[in-house]
């Protein structure tokens, strides 16, 4: 890899929505870790970056009891021991994204989002299939209306990892059940 750090990308990368969800980030990711989840995103574009740092700490300390790795969505202060991603949309950005110093390419939507209020086109299987392609042994994270029912599909299609958000999270007194239906489907023994 010739990102910034070594690390276990998981077969599902879950990402915490807190208006989605209605709990904490912390909420959800005690419920996460419950189901199984190893590496989480923490997502908050709406949050005032001191309230999100708040979050993020009580985050990080349930987190670090369950040795869960945490990635920060989108923001520029960067710890020591990061894990740098990059979104990409279309080919053209994933043959850039193939020589930058990153530790995996998140690719997508991949299906019809619901999670982002001005979505990019819907990129597709077949994108995906040219994407893993282009980028080689680099890590590709499947991410866009991923859910239970499709996220075969993503594996199938090359990407190494599926990130979801409402999938998981949508109702909170399921996140632990909706993360291990989604961590068996990535079982080829048990999958679909």
């Known amino acids: 890899m010739i990102g910034l750090v070594v690390f276990h990308l998981a ?4 990402i915490t929505d807190t ?4 709990l ?6 005690d419920r996460l870790v419950a189901g199984g989840a ?13 309230d999100f740092y708040r979050q993020a700490e009580a985050a990080l300390q349930i987190a670090r009891k369950h040795d869960v790795r945490l990635i920060i969505n989108d923001r520029v202060l960067l710890g020591e021991r990061v894990i740098v991603g ?11 994204a ?3 110093p990153v530790d995996y390419v998140a690719f ?3 299906f019809k989002t619901s999670t982002k209020e001005n979505p990019d086109p819907i990129a597709g299987l077949e994108a995906l299939r040219g994407v893993r392609t282009i980028v080689g042994s680099l890590p590709v994270v499947a991410i866009g209306g991923i859910t239970l029912a499709n996220a075969g ?5 090359g990407a190494d990892a599926v990130s979801s958000i409402a999938a998981l999270v949508s109702d909170a007194s399921r996140i632990p059940e909706n993360m291990r239906q989604m961590l068996a489907k990535s079982r080829p023994d048990i999958g679909e």
Not at 11 to 14: D, Q
Not at 24 to 29: M, N, P
Not at 86 to 96: D, F, V
């Open 153 to 157: 599909e993503a594996w199938k299609a």
């Open 24 to 29: 904490s980030h912390a909420e959800q990711i």
């Open 108 to 110: 997508g939507p991949i």
């Open 86 to 96: 990059i979104s990409t949309h279309n080919l053209e950005q994933a043959k850039l």
């Open 11 to 14: 077969k599902v990368y879950p």
């Open 19 to 22: 208006n989605l969800s209605g």
């Open 98 to 100: 193939a020589n930058m």
């Open 38 to 50: 190893t590496l989480i995103q923490l997502r908050d574009k709406q949050a005032a970056p001191r």
